[in-house]
């Protein structure tokens, strides 16, 4: 089985719950467990807010696009913004690091998104933006593979 969506949005905070719940809605096909499609929404709640914060400082002139394929058992998801990108992705991927401590971000996003998915890829360019590619294999694929 293989099926994909695109979705555009003004980088507004309050489009995190739209996208969250659009992309929640478009896995649940493949019939993923409670616990994956929390961690899928999750993982892009803290993309979306990482790109409308971070990357756009919260200019809302900026658009956050997303790509989820699903193949097979696979969730594919690519979240994409042109917002600032990032200057030391090293240092943005440490737990617990945030370029917006004032806002009392818990720089856990990248924490959370390695840990719930089976693949992160970060790509970015300063003043460029931002492409997150994940990866998450559901437990039935994961049943196949063994």
Same mark, same amino acid.
């Given at each position: 089985?293989?099926?994909?969506?695109?979705?555009?949005?003004? %980088?507004?905070?309050?489009? /995190?719950?739209?996208?969250?719940?659009?992309?929640?809605?478009?896995?649940?096909?493949?019939?993923?467990?409670?616990?994956?499609?929390?961690?899928?929404?999750?993982?892009?709640?803290? %993309?979306?807010?990482?790109?409308?914060?971070?990357?756009? +400082?919260?200019?809302?002139?900026?658009? *956050?696009?997303?790509?989820?394929?699903?193949?097979? /058992?696979?969730?594919?998801?690519?979240?994409?913004?042109?917002?600032?990108?990032?200057?030391?992705?090293?240092? %943005?991927?440490?737990?617990?690091?945030?370029?917006?401590?004032?806002?009392?971000?818990? +720089?856990?996003?990248?924490?959370?998104?390695?840990?719930?998915?089976?693949? *992160?890829?970060?790509?970015?360019?300063?003043?460029?933006?931002?492409?997150?590619?994940?990866?998450?294999?559901?437990?039935?694929?994961? %049943?196949?593979?063994?």
């Amino acid at each position: 089985m293989k099926n994909r969506m695109e979705l555009s949005f003004s %980088a507004k905070s309050s489009n /995190e719950s739209f996208a969250r719940v659009s992309v929640g809605a478009f896995v649940t096909q493949l019939d993923p467990t409670l616990d994956e499609l929390t961690e899928i929404k999750t993982v892009v709640s803290e %993309a979306v807010t990482n790109a409308i914060i971070h990357g756009y +400082g919260e200019n809302d002139d900026g658009l *956050v696009n997303i790509e989820v394929e699903l193949i097979n /058992e696979t969730v594919h998801l690519v979240i994409r913004d042109e917002g600032r990108g990032i200057e030391d992705l090293d240092e %943005a991927r440490q737990p617990l690091y945030t370029s917006k401590p004032e806002l009392e971000r818990s +720089g856990m996003g990248f924490t959370i998104m390695e840990n719930f998915m089976d693949n *992160v890829q970060v790509d970015s360019e300063p003043m460029t933006g931002t492409t997150l590619t994940l990866v998450k294999r559901l437990s039935k694929q994961k %049943a196949l593979c063994n």
